[in-house]
């Protein structure tokens, strides 16, 4: 019994996403915190979890057939950062999420979630984002979870690190909507084929183009002064 018993917490410990989906670890909480704050030192502390977790997602990426093509995510943003968001839809800007992105396949679910979850602060609106995933384009690495999480009603598609969406439109609510969703349609993108047009965007105009100069660019534009 005694490695019956043994045999399955080992299973549960190799399963980083049933962790990540327990709410009685709060590990997404601690480990997003970290990410948004980019605290590196605290995120020592979680690297090898963060590792098997990202390992994991990318391996159903890459065995996963359902092809998942529209996903949602609610949230309440400030009206600060909605209108940039807009002003980004007309730019061609996009949208990087610090940590992992957590988003569900239930339009409904996301509806309902952002109807529970409004917030009461001035200044702050309801939003919806929706997510179109092109197969014929790479994206951030994403699995659907919903047989693993420890929540399968919320049909939870989980994004690893990075991800990053361009700006499509952005939809205002309807004037007899009680509920003032605002529609913000994305689309999923690869962070490296955006970092690397910027990369040979900024050699274009940079008289300097030494990997050491463009490094020390990059390393100033994240904050991390002491590595420059």
Known sequence: ISSGVDSKVELEYANPIKWYTNNETFIYRQINNILR????QLLMSYRYYIIDLCLQIETLYRH????????YRAGNISEIELMNVKCGSKAGQYIAM??????????????????CNKSKRPGVVSVIYEIRIDSNQ??????DIGNISQHPEEQEVLFSIGAVFSVDQVI???VDDTDKFYYIKLTACDLNEIIIDDIRS?????????????????????????FV
């Open 37 to 40: 704050l980019e605290n590196f």
């Open 98 to 115: 610090n940590g992992f992105v957590s988003t569900t396949k239930s339009k409904r679910f996301a509806e309902s979630w952002t109807k």
């Open 64 to 71: 996963d057939k359902s092809h998942v093509t529209m996903i």
């Open 138 to 143: 790479p994206c951030t690495a994403f699995a």
């Open 202 to 226: 900024k050699v274009k105009r940079s008289s300097q183009t030494a990997l050491r100069i463009l490094l020390s660019k990059y390393l100033t534009e994240l904050g991390e002064y002491r």
């Open 172 to 174: 205002d609510p309807l």
